[in-house]
T-cell receptor, first 112, second 113 residues
């Protein structure tokens, strides 16, 4: 079964607004990663947060990790139409090598 | 640096046939993983290879197999194709043993009729 569950499944916002996506997982992890996918193409890595980190920033992206609640959130600030895509969280489970276990994804639509 | 390349990009096969997909990782990356993406099941892990050795395998039937060559290029094979094998097959490479971020190729869209 999927390790990660994402919420919401779909999100529609206006340009300039912030978008928040949440991810929950089930077992101990080595790290958690967020990826973006445009229209059924390959995935693009956005950010990686290790299990001993609580927050990480990259440009307009902010990721938090709460290992006690087994959850993470991705915040995209000042959204642009070009941010329209599907966003996936993926966990690297402790002691299972580099296998990524993906959530079902959040489909983000940013309207100009 | 060139990104991950996958060939072919699109493929149409008939039930019962077999197919081989190819993946060339980013230069210097020794870890290659394969994923299947379908609307119903989402993104599912197939295999992970590092230095020609399979390190991890997902929950797929034995019809799905793979290998990695000494130059880190990888192939996956699906025998006796079923309609349910229609999917986007994604290959990803990473430095080290795959605990870092993975770089994905554009995928091979397989349609089984």
């Amino acid at each position: 079964s999927q390790q990660g569950e994402e919420d919401p499944q779909a999100l529609s916002i206006q340009e300039g607004e912030n978008a928040t996506m949440n991810c929950s997982y089930k077992t101990s992890i080595n790290n958690l990663q967020w990826y973006r996918q445009n229209s059924g193409r390959g995935l693009v890595h956005l950010i990686l947060i290790r299990s001993n980190e609580r927050e990480k920033h990259s440009g307009r992206l902010r990721v938090t990790l709460d290992t006690s609640k087994k959850s993470s959130s991705l915040l995209i600030t000042a959204s642009r139409a070009a941010d329209t895509a599907s966003y996936f969280c993926a966990t690297v489970v402790y002691n299972q090598g580099g296998k990524l276990i993906f959530g079902q994804g959040t489909e983000l639509s940013v309207k100009p | 640096k060139a990104g991950v390349t996958q060939t072919p990009r699109y493929l149409i096969k008939t039930r019962g046939q077999q197919v081989t997909l190819s993946c060339s990782p980013i230069s210097g990356h020794r870890s290659v993983s394969w994923y299947q993406q379908t609307p119903g099941q989402g993104l599912q892990f197939l295999f992970e290879y590092f230095s020609e050795t399979q390190r991890n395998k997902g929950n797929f039937p034995g019809r799905f197999s793979g290998r990695q060559f000494s130059n880190s290029r990888s192939e996956m094979n699906v025998s006796t194709l079923e309609l349910g094998d229609s999917a986007l097959y994604l290959c990803a490479s990473s430095r080290g043993q795959g605990l870092n971020e993975q770089y994905f190729g554009p995928g091979t869209r397989l349609t089984v009729t």
